[in-house]
């Protein structure tokens, strides 16, 4: 899941958790989360359903088959979820025998069987049911904003901007919705799925299509196989009008699933799909398992994508236009992050929520490795930092990674299980190497291959392969919470270097291998340290004094520092230490000073740096209100304005070019404004609206009536807003409408459809635009509701209220009062 690990040769008790888990804040703790026990076991699930489109319905026949784990039982019980059970029986041969059985709460079947049966027995139970979705009560978490399990997007038609979808979302434990079985992660089942569908549409579930029946009352019935045991939240149903690319990988299918208007461009959003598959099967050194791969994208799906067995659910943002992916794929990432899933999470799968370190860390790190290997080491790093700043402004150092103790199982899909476990095991391959790294990942898998784990068997791994007792890096990381904070001073002593490391963090103190790096001249002299206690002092020969003294060489800690460099030493580390976060830190440190002509001279060098992100990133920090920074990097920003290779940079060299409103630059705005790049058009528009304000609108009421997106559309609507023009008024809320599903765009939309709200006096006009945010806003996912209503009815709508009173238009002040909800209504 892209939102965004314990058993050894014993069992470990619950007070020797403690022993290893830190003392901490332990007030949002409810229980203590133990894995599932397992009375019955899956063996084999086979579904026959079809779908109501009227009533959201889904009618389905269940055959399961079973198995006592190991103690012999006369009874079984099925999550199920929101449905009508019809009949629950035992399969005899080929006949019924009823059972009884009682539903609790509509959430669980408790069955009684027909007799004992022994560890060795298997037995099938036959359930008719009919699944009510729409019914269900559930709840979603940050990373999964609901959790009903099936789901029909416009299935009556009536929205002519949206196809009609049906699509499943098992993760967590939603699966039963829809399908009667044992809901959690330490099952394995193979599957068997048959649709019957509307003709016109094409399905897609787990394994293999096997078989396509036409019937004779317009529908289609496809059967498919999943040979192999997976966990049953990985289960997956799609149904749609999809077009289908193919692409393949040792010959096994790869297939894109995507809304036929981004036919012409799947293979540029999901085409490197066989090189990820073949650079994750030499690393792992387990070729790709599973008999096939696809692909497909989701209308209004929960999440943002989701590594069903086989078969990975894309949402829809993954359809970007050819003008989109000039500036790079955005989903690439994510592509990447689903697909190393089909190792780790459904080849091996965590057997307990509280585990989930094992599917999520993983899928976060893949990320990293395969920006390191297509795009280089200073892509790996980029995301590596991106990903801890992720878990650094979490707020979330006081959750342990494996995770016993929470208040419901969505709540461990976070920044600590996602991008803090991610820099966790890129911690660790620096520590035991490359090859050592990749070797236990290797054990790890084919050890528990079709079985669930806990995070213990991944350490065994690791200590099989290295011969390391690695129990102080999980007792640290795995089963405790926070990070190190460090001040690092360093000084100079006559004939030796001396760097102090304090650890100023509360609660406990790391155990840190680190290395440091000592420079005299270009090249280092590199020492391996422990850096264990609340404070470190070591000392280092020198003939003279350093260059520099580069803490964390490899620059892979899990930490925030405080280091006391100057200015010369952070450009000496920018120009020979030259790793991503070198070069970074430094760029960082000389934006704090551009009263320094040293600092400037520097920051306008670091412009021409080799990696596109830091180009970015030194243009975005360079301060606009210096006049010496305005004079000394001009020239370079019109020249990148003009050339770089990478759009994105080009885009934030126009928009910082902007900020001379220099008329003289107006050609290279216009120019810009018809690239093919939606942000280099958006940004040159915006920049040309304060040059030639005239020539600004035309353009933008040109590019309105064209398809725009992302910066562009943004740039449009803030210029025909801020015109007045009520003419503009079609194309301004068509523009919002058109843009379907609750996605960050639209929402960020939201402010300037306040502000045409608030310029116009066209009361019809008004009635729409505050319908359009009514709409969108009552469509946010609960989830969500808590962070999003506050801005729209507290601070858009009733602002908009109070402008229309001050400026005498009651009756749409009325109307707009109307559509606050009445627990929201205070002060007015």
């Given at each position: 899941m892209k939102k965004f690990l314990l058993i050894a040769c014993c069992m470990m008790s619950l007070a020797a958790l403690a022993q290893v888990q830190p003392a901490r804040d332990t007030s949002w703790k409810k229980e203590y989360r133990e894995t599932s026990t397992r009375i019955n076991d899956l063996v084999h699930t086979k579904l026959d359903v079809s779908f109501d489109y009227a009533k959201s319905w889904m009618y389905g026949k269940a055959w399961i088959t079973l198995k006592p784990h190991f103690y012999a039982t006369d009874s079984l019980t099925l999550d199920a979820k929101g449905m009508a059970i019809h009949t629950v029986a035992m399969m005899k041969g080929a006949t019924l025998q009823n059972l009884k059985y009682t539903y609790d709460d509509s959430l669980q079947l408790h069955i009684k069987l027909d007799r004992s049966y022994k560890g060795s027995e298997s037995y099938t139970i036959f359930i008719s049911y009919t699944a009510k979705p729409n019914e269900v009560k559930v709840k979603g978490s940050a990373a999964i904003s609901d959790a009903k399990g099936l789901y029909f997007i416009n299935p009556d038609g009536k929205d002519k901007n949206k196809p009609t979808q049906i699509w499943t979302q098992g993760e967590t434990e939603a699966t039963s919705v829809w399908c009667p079985t044992i809901d959690k992660p330490n099952q394995k089942t193979t599957d068997e799925i048959s649709m019957t569908v509307p003709d016109k549409y094409v399905t897609l579930s787990n394994g293999k299509l096997t078989a396509q029946k036409k019937n004779a009352d317009g529908t289609r019935t496809d059967t498919w196989k999943m040979d192999l045991p997976h966990a049953p939240y990985l289960f997956f149903m799609g149904v749609g009008d999809f077009a289908v690319i193919k692409d393949s990988w040792k010959g096994k299918e790869v297939s894109y699933y995507v809304e036929k208007e981004y036919a012409s461009v799947a293979r540029k959003i999901f085409g490197l799909t066989p090189e990820m598959i073949g650079f994750y099967s030499r690393i792992t050194g387990v070729d790709f398992p599973w008999y096939k791969y696809a692909q497909i994208t989701g209308r209004d799906y929960v999440s943002g994508a989701m590594e069903n067995t086989t078969a990975t659910l894309h949402s829809d943002a993954a359809q970007q236009d050819a003008r989109e992916l000039t500036d790079g794929n955005s989903w690439e990432l994510v592509v990447a992050h689903e697909l190393f899933h089909q190792w780790f999470g459904d080849y091996v799968t965590t057997e307990s929520w509280s585990n989930i370190t094992l599917n999520e860390s993983f899928a976060n790190y893949s990320e990293t490795l395969w920006n390191e290997y297509k795009y280089g080491k200073d892509a790996g790093d980029a995301q590596h930092y991106q990903d801890m700043q992720g878990y650094l402004n979490s707020n979330s150092a006081k959750k342990d990674l494996v995770r016993f103790?929470?208040?419901?199982?969505?709540?461990?899909?976070?920044?600590?299980?996602?991008?803090?476990?991610?820099?966790?095991?890129?911690?660790?391959?620096?520590?035991?190497?490359?090859?050592?790294?990749?070797?236990?990942?290797?054990?790890?898998?084919?050890?528990?291959?079709?079985?669930?784990?806990?995070?213990?068997?991944?350490?065994?791994?690791?200590?099989?392969?290295?011969?390391?007792?690695?129990?102080?890096?999980?007792?640290q990381w795995y089963y405790g919470a926070g990070h190190p904070t460090l001040d690092i001073q360093y000084s100079y002593e006559e004939g030796k270097v001396k760097v102090v490391v304090n650890q100023t963090q509360a609660d406990k103190i790391f155990k840190l291998p680190v290395a440091i790096d000592v420079y005299n001249g270009t090249k280092p002299v590199?020492?391996?340290?422990?850096?264990?206690?609340?404070?470190?002092?070591?000392?280092?020969?020198?003939?003279?004094?350093?260059?520099?003294?580069?803490?964390?060489?490899?620059k892979v800690l899990l930490c925030t520092k405080k280091e006391n460099k100057t200015l010369d030493e952070y450009i000496f580390q920018y120009k020979n230490a030259g790793k991503y976060l070198d070069r970074r830190e430094a760029i960082e440190f000389a934006a704090k000073k551009q009263?320094?002509?040293?600092?400037?001279?520097?920051?306008?060098?670091a412009l021409n740096d080799k990696f596109d992100g830091l180009r970015g990133l030194t243009i975005n920090r360079l301060n606009m209100k210096k006049d010496n920074v305005k004079a000394a990097v001009e020239s370079k920003l019109a020249d990148i304005a003009k050339n770089d290779p990478k759009r994105t940079v080009k885009a934030s060299a126009i928009s910082k070019l902007g900020e001379y409103k220099n008329p003289a630059y107006a050609p290279i705005f216009r120019a810009a404004v018809n690239d093919s790049s939606y942000t280099v058009s958006g940004n040159a528009l915006d920049a040309l609206a304060d040059v030639d304000s005239v020539g600004a609108l035309a353009e933008a009421k040109r590019l309105a009536a064209l398809p725009n997106k992302g910066q562009l559309n943004n740039a449009i609507?803030?210029?025909?807003?801020?015109?007045?023009?009520?003419?503009?008024?079609?194309?301004?809320?068509?523009?919002?409408?058109?843009?379907?599903?609750?996605?960050q765009a639209k929402f960020n939309m939201l402010q300037q459809i306040g502000q045409f709200i608030g310029k116009t006096k066209n009361t019809d006009i008004v009635k729409r635009a505050v319908d359009d945010i009514v709409t969108f806003r009552d469509a946010i996912p609960e989830a969500f509701k808590g962070q999003t209503d506050p801005f729209i009815n507290g601070v858009l709508l009733k602002g908009l209220v109070t402008k229309k009173k001050e400026a005498g238009l009651n009756e749409q002040a009325e109307y707009i009062q109307s559509k606050i909800p009445a627990d929201e209504k205070k002060g007015f």
């Open positions: 103790f929470y208040s419901d199982k969505e709540d461990v899909f976070d920044g600590v299980s996602y991008n803090k476990g991610g820099r966790i095991l890129h911690m660790l391959r620096n520590y035991v190497g490359d090859s050592a790294f990749f070797k236990a990942l290797n054990l790890y898998l084919t050890t528990n291959k079709f079985k669930s784990a806990e995070a213990q068997q991944l350490r065994l791994a690791f200590e099989e392969v290295t011969g390391r007792d690695l129990n102080w890096y999980w007792n590199r020492y391996n340290v422990w850096a264990q206690h609340k404070t470190d002092t070591f000392y280092f020969p020198v003939a003279t004094k350093p260059d520099l003294v580069n803490f964390d060489g490899d009263d320094d002509p040293k600092a400037v001279a520097f920051l306008t060098e609507m803030t210029i025909l807003i801020s015109s007045g023009d009520e003419a503009s008024a079609e194309q301004v809320l068509s523009s919002f409408e058109k843009q379907t599903g609750i996605t």
